[in-house]
């Protein structure tokens, strides 16, 4: 059933954002919702590549003055309650790179990919690499990582936090051309080359890259860049001054491009996992629609993390049903604490 376009007047949001809004999601959803583009607390995410399992890093950051409170979904996670951002950019933890400070939602897409030691992966977009990160500590560093990103200021920043972070070592970094490391080289974050673990750093355009890896990957994370609906902040149109419906169909040609080449670079069996952190549901449920109809080896996956809050999925967008499979796929309600966010998880039959 169609729903009825309803007009939206607002002083703070775009208006033509808050009529799309109010077309996918139920009238009360919509008044809650629409509160909830505010600015939110700090968090930040344990690095356990650089912090042992003893360590209790509530209690270090407490000795520092900081008061954290944990994420009941992910052990790693924690909310900083005082002081500021920069506070704990400028402590010892942050500089040794043993806390990432990164969003709640950013955290949810690796933990659905779950990649495992040992595993092929593929970070398609990875900049500035809060998700690289986090899925080389998941992977314990063993097994193969490639990381890649096509700008430039972009990469470097990831190559930077991938060494701060203990993914990779200042005596692996791999020699660069124009930024581009060499898709073969071996790295290990210890100081040496290592048989167990391969993390590659790349800037070249997604589509590219995947021709290069035929069926190779037992995982691959999409976190498309997109319109960045979710991160809107009320009353402050630095956030949200460039959006137009122009804006969304040219990232929507963008993601379907990577999209499909990443689903190239998939082998048999392996999953691929699609996130955003946009509303627009041409970014989201058409884009995932679109892969399930055209490969008839895509099967959408059920996926959960308890303890999140969410809102069902858009089943029908202008006039169009959508494939029945985005049913199973998350839209991340936003709270004061987390931004709105999507995720789809889909693997290909063997």
Request: hydrophobic content about 30%.
């Given at each position: 059933m169609k729903r009825k376009k309803r007009k939206v007047v607002s002083s703070t949001l775009p208006t033509g954002f808050l009529e799309r809004l109010a077309m996918f999601v139920s009238p009360s959803v919509f008044r809650e919702m629409e509160k909830l583009f505010v600015e939110r607390p700090t968090t930040l995410r344990t690095n356990g590549i650089k912090v042992k399992k003893h360590e209790s890093m509530k209690a270090i950051l407490g000795e520092f003055g900081f008061k954290t409170r944990k994420v009941?979904?992910?052990?790693?996670?924690?909310?900083?309650?005082n002081r500021t951002k920069r506070d704990l950019t400028e402590t010892k933890p942050y500089e040794e790179g043993k806390i990432y400070i990164q969003s709640l939602a950013s955290m949810v897409p690796p933990l659905i990919l779950d990649p495992k030691p040992g595993e092929k992966v593929l970070d398609l977009t990875a900049a500035p690499g809060s998700k690289t990160s986090q899925m080389a500590m998941m992977m314990e560093k063993t097994g193969e990582l490639v990381a890649n990103d096509n700008n430039k200021v972009r990469f470097f920043k990831l190559k930077h936090n991938m060494e701060l972070l203990g993914v990779v070592g200042?005596?692996?970094?791999?020699?660069?051309?124009?930024?581009?490391?060499?898709?073969?080289?071996p790295l290990n974050g210890e100081g040496g080359l290592s048989s167990d673990w391969k993390f590659v750093l790349r800037m070249e355009h997604g589509?590219?890259?995947?021709?290069?890896?035929?069926?190779?990957?037992?995982?691959?994370?999409?976190?498309?860049?997109?319109?960045?609906?979710?991160?809107?902040?009320?009353?402050?149109?630095k956030t949200f001054g460039y959006w137009s419906e122009r804006k969304i169909k040219e990232m929507a040609y963008k993601q379907r491009q990577l999209l499909l080449a990443a689903w190239g670079a998939l082998k048999p069996g392996g999953v691929l996992v699609?996130?955003?952190?946009?509303m627009a549901p041409e970014e989201n449920e058409v884009q995932i629609s679109r892969l399930l109809e055209r490969n008839p080896d895509a099967e959408i996956e059920n996926i959960a993390i308890p303890g999140l809050k969410v809102v069902p999925p858009v089943l029908?967008?202008?006039?169009?049903?959508l494939h029945s499979g985005v049913k199973k796929s998350l839209r991340i309600m936003p709270t004061k604490e987390v931004e709105?966010?999507?995720v789809a998880k889909i693997r290909k039959r063997k």
């Open positions: 009941d979904w992910y052990k790693d996670a924690m909310i900083l309650e200042d005596a692996d970094t791999p020699h660069h051309s124009g930024g581009q490391a060499s898709p073969t080289s589509a590219k890259l995947c021709r290069e890896y035929p069926e190779y990957f037992d995982k691959i994370l999409l976190d498309a860049p997109c319109s960045a609906e979710a991160r809107f902040v009320l009353g402050n149109p699609y996130s955003t952190c946009t029908t967008w202008k006039e169009k049903a709105g966010f999507f």
